[in-house]
């Protein structure tokens, strides 16, 4: 079993800059990536970000050079920092533990960012 909390979305103006957190507890060695999506209003849940057992990393079209995905060293916790953000990245941004082999994956509640023009 694992679970996720995120922290750290709020409002902020165009151009500006915020970091989300995702704490991981639970079975840490069953989790083969950590990822961020969001979701718009009426828009569908997409990948925003995402990082593996390795470290390697994955990213959005829309977001590539904006945001930075990374982890601690014990691998608990992953940060997502935003640059640059836009209107256009509003959302509410949820961490997602991928558990394929090992049993379901883990949500978050979420975090609204608002990014205000």
């Known amino acids: 079993q694992v679970h996720v909390v995120e922290s750290g979305g709020g409002l902020v103006q165009a151009g500006g800059s915020l970091r989300l957190s995702c704490a991981a507890s639970?079975?840490?060695?069953?989790?083969?990536?950590m990822n961020w999506y969001r979701q718009a209003p009426e828009k569908q849940r997409e990948l925003v970000a995402r990082?593996?057992?390795?470290?390697?990393?994955n990213y959005a079209d829309s977001v590539l050079g904006r945001f930075t995905i990374s982890r601690d060293n014990a691998k608990t916790t992953v940060y997502l920092q935003m640059n640059r953000l836009k209107p256009e990245d509003t959302a509410v941004y949820y961490c997602?533990?991928?558990?394929?082999?090992?049993?379901?994956?883990?949500w978050g509640r979420g975090t609204q960012v608002t990014v205000s023009s």
């Open positions: 639970g079975i840490i060695s069953s989790i083969n990536a």
């Open positions: 997602n533990a991928d558990r394929r082999g090992f049993g379901s994956d883990a």
């Open positions: 990082i593996n057992r390795s470290g390697s990393t």
